[in-house]
């Protein structure tokens, strides 16, 4: 038998894109240069130190005193699965709202972990009322309730104050979900008195991906000592890992992705830097000039009512006779630009843009609106040339 001939492999050499879907965002130069430092180990002082500057960060862009804050090694995913398994346990109630795709996504969770979702389903691009979570609380014995905070797959920007309040009258703990939401908008973990949140690292952070930011309140976390059972998943039990991460005397859990949080301490020291009531200005400014762009394009939002639009990522309708990914493809292959298109039934009919971290600036609103209007004309969609970036500039005076 003849040897197969040696296959050549070439250096990595992927293309420069401007990512303005739904994550990951583009990464800041000082997160990239972090990922390039030397590497210690896990146990190492000087790698200590960084644990506990990366868990301060943390709690500030929470707006916790959260003890139990700290980045799980994993992805946004990872911190949805650690919340759930943490406090679901086999045989357990939860109320679980649904009006988005990543809702869903947490009820597939819960029943993986053996609980009983008790589903408060909405209509996608709408948010959940406290009164449909009021009424599935006083028909269950639900003590856990999840929700999203910022559905990326609709752009909903789900109000938790009163979501929050009817939780707790009814004594259980109340999980949110703010991967799109955590750095890019309001969001005060303890002033609302959420449980139980989780994040991930690469959108509004502008970090790499791999890391899933979470914190817990006592509250939770007496539950979570307190179980029947052991959590399912030892990896992601945060009863041990916080001796790793939290802990004066720290206990080995597992060999964590030291680069990546030298990264991510970098990105939330941008963030410290430049203030978080100043980001989330930010995003809500860069986001308003945007819809003004594509509504000169006579585009509609996909999220009716302005004030439940989440700044970080705009969902905007497919119009009739053009086709999404012809769009998508045209503003990639043209303009190294990445939006993103509807999932589940969503698909086809919308496009998100997300503005998200170091994204959310004019220059990124200015190109995304030009490779639009690009792409829209060769669909033959009827518009006036250069509208949307007028309407965007004068709404903002860019």
């Given at each position: 038998?003849?040897?197969?001939?040696?296959?050549?492999?070439?250096?990595?050499?992927?293309?420069?894109?401007?990512?303005?879907?739904?994550?990951?965002?583009n990464v800041d130069p000082r997160v990239l240069k972090a990922l390039g430092a030397p590497i210690v180990e896990h146990l190492d002082p000087y790698f200590m130190e960084v644990m506990d500057e990366t868990v301060e960060l943390l709690r500030y862009a929470f707006k916790t005193e959260n003890h139990i804050t700290m980045p799980i090694s994993g992805t946004g995913s990872a911190g949805m699965e650690a919340a759930i398994c943490n406090l679901v346990e086999r045989g357990d109630s939860a109320i679980v709202c649904v009006n988005g795709f990543f809702g869903g996504r947490m009820k597939e969770m819960v029943q993986r972990c053996g609980g009983t979702p008790v589903t408060v389903e909405t209509e996608w691009g709408k948010p959940v009322?406290?009164?449909a979570v009021a009424d599935a609380l006083s028909e269950s014995e639900a003590e856990v309730v999840t929700i999203v905070h910022a559905e990326t797959s609709t752009g909903v920007l789900?109000?938790?104050?009163?979501?929050l309040k009817v939780t707790h009258e009814y004594g259980a703990l109340l999980i949110a979900d703010v991967v799109t939401s955590l750095g890019g908008c309001e969001l005060n973990v303890d002033e609302l008195g959420v449980d139980l949140s989780y994040s991930a690292s690469q959108k509004c952070l502008s970090c790499v991906p791999g890391l899933a930011p979470i914190t817990a309140s006592e509250k939770a976390m007496e539950r979570i000592r307190n179980r029947r059972t052991p959590v399912q998943s030892w990896y992601l039990d945060?009863?041990?890992?916080?001796?790793?991460?939290?802990?004066?005397?720290?206990?080995?859990?597992?060999?964590?992705?030291?680069?990546?949080?030298?990264?991510m301490r970098e990105a939330l020291r941008l963030l410290y830097e430049e203030g978080l009531e100043n980001r989330w200005q930010r995003h809500t400014k860069n986001a308003e000039a945007l819809i003004c762009g594509l509504e000169a394009l006579g585009l509609k939002m996909h999220v009716e009512e302005p004030k439940y639009r989440c700044p970080a990522i705009t969902s905007v309708k497919v119009p009739e006779g053009v086709h999404d990914k012809d769009i998508r493809a045209t503003m990639q292959e043209q303009y190294n630009i990445t939006v993103s298109g509807g999932l589940s039934d969503l698909a086809g009919k919308i496009l998100r843009i997300g503005l998200m971290g170091v994204n959310a600036n004019e220059q990124s609103i200015k190109l995304v609106l030009g490779a639009l209007e690009s792409a829209l004309k060769k669909e033959g969609y009827p518009f006036k040339i250069g509208s949307s970036a007028a309407a965007a500039i004068e709404s903002s005076s860019m």
């Open positions: 038998m003849s040897e197969m001939p040696k296959k050549s492999y070439g250096e990595l050499c992927p293309p420069e894109r401007l990512l303005l879907g739904a994550g990951p965002s009322t406290k009164e789900q109000p938790l104050k009163d979501i945060l009863s041990t890992i916080e001796k790793y991460w939290i802990e004066n005397n720290r206990v080995y859990h597992h060999t964590a992705p030291i680069l990546l949080v030298y990264a």
